[in-house]
Nanobody, 124 residues
């Protein structure tokens, strides 16, 4: 497993942007696929975006298509989620996660390392 710490959340108006970062500890980060999930109050944790171990493959939820993007810097042990054109329905706690399914996955069950989450609130 890797230890994950998210940052970059906050309060933003609708239409605004945020970039979330997830810093990983450990020397095996580059062998993990990484993902972002989100959980709104009273709802299940939903898949947002994932990236394969080398960045060559990306998976995303339809709800964020064209607005969000994911990237990773293996030299810095960090994965990013760029969020543009934010909507109130994007409000949630966002979690970074790591998976040994190296080509990436959208299933939470495939992720065995999780961060503590960072709150994103989008006001209308």
């Amino acid at each position: 497993q890797v230890q994950l710490v998210e940052s970059g959340g906050g309060l933003v108006q609708a239409g605004g942007s945020l970039r979330l970062s997830c810093a990983a500890s450990g020397r095996t980060f580059s062998s993990y696929a990484m993902g972002w999930f989100r959980q709104a109050p009273g709802k299940e944790r939903d898949f947002v975006y994932a990236i394969s171990w080398n960045g060559g493959r990306r998976l995303y939820a339809d709800s964020v298509k064209g607005r969000f993007s994911i990237s990773r810097d293996n030299a810095k042990n960090t994965v990013y989620l760029q969020m543009n054109s934010l909507k109130p329905e994007d409000t949630a706690v966002y979690y970074c996660a790591g998976s040994t399914v190296i080509d990436g996955s959208s299933s939470p069950a495939d992720f065995d390392s999780w961060g503590q989450g960072t709150q994103v609130t989008v006001s209308s």
